[in-house]
Nanobody
Framework: QVQLVESGGGLVQAGGSLRLSCAASTTIFSTFDMGWYRQVPGQEREWVARIAAGGTTRYADSVKDRFTCSRDNAKKTVYLEMNSLKPEDTADYYC???????????WGRGTLVTVSS
């Protein structure tokens, strides 16, 4: 069982920045594709960004050029740097992990990001 713990959420004004972190409790972090999702209450969870085990990143169109996903395998942590935040970025942000060999997936419990206008 892998536990994912997100941190770094909070309240920020539009145009501001936040950096989310997700720490994983596994010794084989480098074998996981990592992703970020977000969810507004009453809406479906949507994919935001991912970073593959090999380091390749992809982003949803809505956050491209504003958000940057990175990872530190030594610290077993994935990051989401969020810049130029907009009120529509307000959501609970969830960390997701998928092992590239077993296919097992895990979710964190989320961290709330609120962007005020």
């Amino acid at each position: 069982q892998v536990q994912l713990v997100e941190s770094g959420g909070g309240l920020v004004q539009a145009g501001g920045s936040l950096r989310l972190s997700c720490a994983a409790s596994t010794t084989i972090f480098s074998t996981f594709d990592m992703g970020w999702y977000r969810q507004v209450p009453g809406q479906e969870r949507e994919w935001v960004a991912r970073i593959a085990a090999g380091g390749t990143t992809r982003y949803a169109d809505s956050v491209k050029d504003r958000f940057t996903c990175s990872r530190d395998n030594a610290k077993k942590t994935v990051y989401l740097e969020m810049n130029s935040l907009k009120p529509e970025d307000t959501a609970d942000y969830y960390c997701h992990a998928r092992n590239i060999f077993s296919g097992m997936t895990y979710w964190g419990r989320g961290t709330l990001v609120t962007v005020s206008s």
